[in-house]
């Protein structure tokens, strides 16, 4: 079967964007730093296995890699796409991670408020640019997040990303909340 891979950049020169005409996680999300920790997924742990390549983040039809900034990406793209090809027919989309991200129908009170919040207006451009953030806790008016795939060492992520992230919440949520990274 001929796999059709486009590669798009994303606002982190460290991470590129696989979009793949199949489906690579056909629910939530999955990101990987350590072989070890990919499991059932050999198409992770193959991609892990690049030098350079420091993080592999899963989600519906893309795969967002992140390299340690000392790499050239046109070697590592071209492995990459390779792997991914000569991998893509044996992958399951429906495979299971250690620690799955719950769905905000799945999850009540505020953290549900909020999850619904982001789900429709912060998660489409990270996902976009290939990376999402996972809510780490909400311990009263402070809410801990984590960013995955491209955004995990963006600098805009950081600061700019994090400050719309609190104001969209404060409209929408709560005026005193505070958002930060965990």
Partial sequence: M????TVQPTPNPNAL???LSEIVKSKDSAVYSRGSDT???PLAAAILAVPHV?????ANRFITVTQDGSADWDMLEA????IITT???AHDPDFDTSSPVKSASS????LGKIEMILNSTIRPSLQ???GDLQVVSLKGKVLTISYQGACGCCPHAAMGTLYAIQNVLRDQYDPEIIVEMG
């Fill in 2 to 5: 001929q796999h059709k891979i």
């Fill in 17 to 19: 964007k696989f979009v």
């Fill in 39 to 41: 499991g059932k997924n």
């Fill in 54 to 58: 420091q993080e592999v983040y899963f």
């Fill in 79 to 82: 492995t990459i796409q390779k």
């Fill in 87 to 89: 991998n893509i027919d």
């Fill in 107 to 110: 999850i009540g009170g505020d």
């Fill in 128 to 130: 976009h640019d290939g």
